[in-house]
């Protein structure tokens, strides 16, 4: 008997098992998944919480739940990967073997990496919602707000869906009309990119969204530290911005784990061939989800299409064949931009998101780039999308791994790479 | 996309004056792009420039702030001093090298 072992039983992981125990022969392999919470989070559901969209049962489910007959299940905490003896141990001593390892145990907000950060203001007027707790913080907060300085900055890129900073300040513009507080509270958004969009096409877009909702945008800020006393935070420049609340994402990091296990980078992320989701230290280790070092967003519609590439990939290394399939970076992702619309990308790791249609050309009935109720019902309707066929591993209609040029209108100027010349 | 001239050299920049062609770079054209930047090229501003290229020749990606300091050896101070402002999007541009962007 053979043994595959998967780390981490959110999105990735929990697809993996259940694609793995529907193909291999498990009269020959045995699948174990090891994860240390009980709890599931429909992650997408932490930007609803803190408006009181959704509420806290929306987004949590048990996980053993969603991984299927045929996979051993285990709660538990992992110490370290002993790559060289192809072994991982867990905290509580057991050791377990495996002949092929899949790492899924993702990325979390690191708020201590930032000076002062988890300071006096942290959980009061400092909140973050990349955390279920986190994003009931926030709520209890929210609801208490009367106007002031509402302050949605960035730590460091990268980060897990790098668009929710985005939507958060945009529902928060429609919350805030709704309750009548919006003429008394600043909306400011704080980046240490170059802008809040930097892709061309969508730059040229979706530029004038943010100054329609009249949303400060300060560029280029890396900060340093927040200071506690004076409620702002600092960049290592020197510049200010003040605070009444200021909403973060910490630093993003891969597992401690990770890094125990010597197998990580400067931000414990796993060297990955971003094609085959191969490690590139350990033939037979493999990494998928946000635990990756590659170049596309940190989402579960990525995690989503790697295990599709994946469970390829592993079913011929079992055999001893090449790697046949190659991951191209697609992601699929909506944008609520609040009042009840929202936008939708389609991109991979050689095209930036263009306008067009989604999934049928001319017919959509999701439209790219483009401000629609559609697209915002879409992203509703997704989390039953999620909890009934993502986890499960059943194929989603027309949304294949493989990005297409199908339904997109490339804007004069973007070259269309070599990759998906038609 | 757009071209410019610069140090009497024709080159493909994106609207933001990144080149987009590194195979059109080379060392006095950095030069002259710092020099676009306010900057005079020192010892110090090659150590970046050459860890810069070597991660994204390795990697595909501009190396963040923390990976400069972390795995580059360079402190965050120093690269502050050295490129004023955006220092990770201004020595992206005097090495040849994309814009670092997020995903839209």
Redesign the interface.
């Known amino acids: 008997m053979k043994n595959i072992l998967i780390l981490g039983a959110g999105t990735a992981g929990t697809i993996m098992a259940n694609q793995l125990r529907k193909k291999m022969n498990l009269e020959q392999w045995k699948i174990t998944i090891v994860d240390k919470e009980g709890d599931h989070y429909y992650q997408p559901g932490f930007l609803f919480m803190p408006f009181g969209i959704y509420s806290e049962s929306d987004v949590v489910k048990p996980k053993r739940r969603f991984v299927g007959a045929g996979v051993d299940y285990l709660e538990a905490d992992v110490d370290r990967i002993e790559a060289e003896q192809n072994q991982v141990f867990l905290k509580n001593g057991e050791c377990l073997p495996y002949d092929v390892l899949i790492v899924a145990t993702g990325t979390a907000p690191v708020p201590e990496e930032t000076e002062g950060m988890t300071g006096a203001d942290w959980g009061k007027n400092v909140h973050e919602f990349y955390t279920f707790e986190g994003a009931k913080a926030l709520a209890k907060t929210l609801d208490g707000w009367q106007g002031g300085r509402l302050v949605m900055h960035i730590c460091e890129m990268p980060i897990k869906c790098p668009v929710a900073p985005l939507e958060f300040v945009f529902l928060a513009d429609s919350w805030l009309r709704k309750r009548g507080l919006r003429e008394q509270t600043e909306l400011i958004y704080v980046t240490p990119l170059s802008g809040a969009f930097t892709k061309p096409v969508a730059s040229k877009i979706l530029s004038g969204l943010l100054e329609e909702k009249q949303i400060e945008v300060v560029n280029d800020f890396n900060i340093g530290s927040v200071d506690n006393e004076e409620h702002k935070i600092v960049s290592w420049d020197e510049r200010e911005v003040a605070y009444d609340l200021l909403v973060t994402v910490p630093t993003n990091m891969g597992d401690s784990m990770v890094e125990r296990s010597g197998l990580g980078d400067e931000l414990n992320f796993i060297p990955t061939d971003k094609h085959t989701l191969q490690s590139k230290a350990h033939e037979n280790i493999f990494v998928i989800g946000d635990a990756t070092d590659a170049p596309t967003s940190k989402a579960g519609s990525v995690a989503h299409f790697e295990a599709e590439v994946l469970i390829e990939n592993i079913m011929a290394f079992t055999k001893g064949e090449p790697l046949p399939e190659k991951f191209d970076g697609h992601a699929n992702c909506f944008i609520e931009s609040g009042n009840g619309k929202g936008f939708l990308l389609d991109f991979n790791y050689d095209l930036e998101p263009v306008p067009g249609k989604f999934p049928l050309p001319g017919i959509g009935p999701m439209s790219l780039l483009t401000e629609t109720r559609l697209n915002h019902m879409g992203k509703m309707a997704f989390r039953w999308v999620y909890w009934n066929m993502l986890l499960p591993g059943h194929p989603i209609p027309m949304v294949g791994h493989r990005m297409t040029l199908t339904g997109k209108n490339i804007p004069e100027g973007v070259k269309i790479p070599e990759s998906l010349d038609a | 996309?757009p071209d410019k001239t610069i140090n009497g050299v024709s080159i493909s920049v994106?609207?933001?004056g990144f080149m987009t062609d590194h195979s059109q770079w080379n060392k006095e054209l950095a030069a002259a792009l710092a020099e676009e930047e306010g900057i005079s090229l020192s010892d110090g501003h090659w150590k970046v420039i050459d860890y810069i290229l070597a991660d994204y020749a390795e990697?595909?990606?501009v190396p963040?702030?923390?990976?400069i300091n972390?795995?580059g050896g360079i402190p965050?101070?120093e690269l502050?001093a050295l490129f004023?402002?955006?220092?990770i999007?201004k020595a992206a541009k005097v090495s040849g090298l994309p814009?670092?962007?997020?995903?839209?």
């Open positions: 996309m994106d609207d933001d990697k595909g990606t963040g702030m923390r990976r972390k795995v965050t101070k502050y004023p402002g955006g220092p999007k814009k670092p962007t997020s995903c839209v």
